[in-house]
């Protein structure tokens, strides 16, 4: 992707956003299913879609507009990799590396952070989106209404879901424990 010649003022903005909104766009594209071998190349493609559509961005509306590329980049991304390892006839690749020795409880937290992910990837995409600016992103309903563009009682709605269904999937994961 060629990025257009920017104004000072669009290189400024850019810029801005990029510093203020970089942890936010990671963790997004993290919490989506990018894997860690592809969190890098996924946060420049994000920026980059920003860069070239800066100067059609309201104002402050940045955050949002990134938010709604890194859905749309992560959803590419998922796509991407279940097509190659159908090809490679590999199956579902693990996409987190095995954890390097570490202290117990880091390795906790390891273990905590894959359940998270897994539980996460388990969700259709209106509901993890939700999820990740509500609760990890802490966010409040009208931000999330605001973002998505849509009505805040659906991002309600939408969170009660998401919460109901991670909820039956933790139960049933620790039913299932020996």
Partial sequence: MTVPDLTVAERARLKGATVAHYDFVWRGLRRLGVS???ISDATQEVFAVLASKIGN???GAEKSYLFQTVTRVAANYRRRRTRLSAESGEGDLDVHPDPQPTPESLADMSGRL???DA?????PDELRAVVILCELESMTLAEV???LDIPQGTVASRLRRARAL???AISKSRNDEP
């Fill in 57 to 59: 961005v309201a104002q």
């Fill in 166 to 168: 991670l909820t039956a």
């Fill in 36 to 38: 860690p071998n592809d």
């Fill in 114 to 116: 894959r359940m998270l």
């Fill in 119 to 123: 539980l996460l990837a388990s969700l």
């Fill in 145 to 147: 209404a605001a973002m």
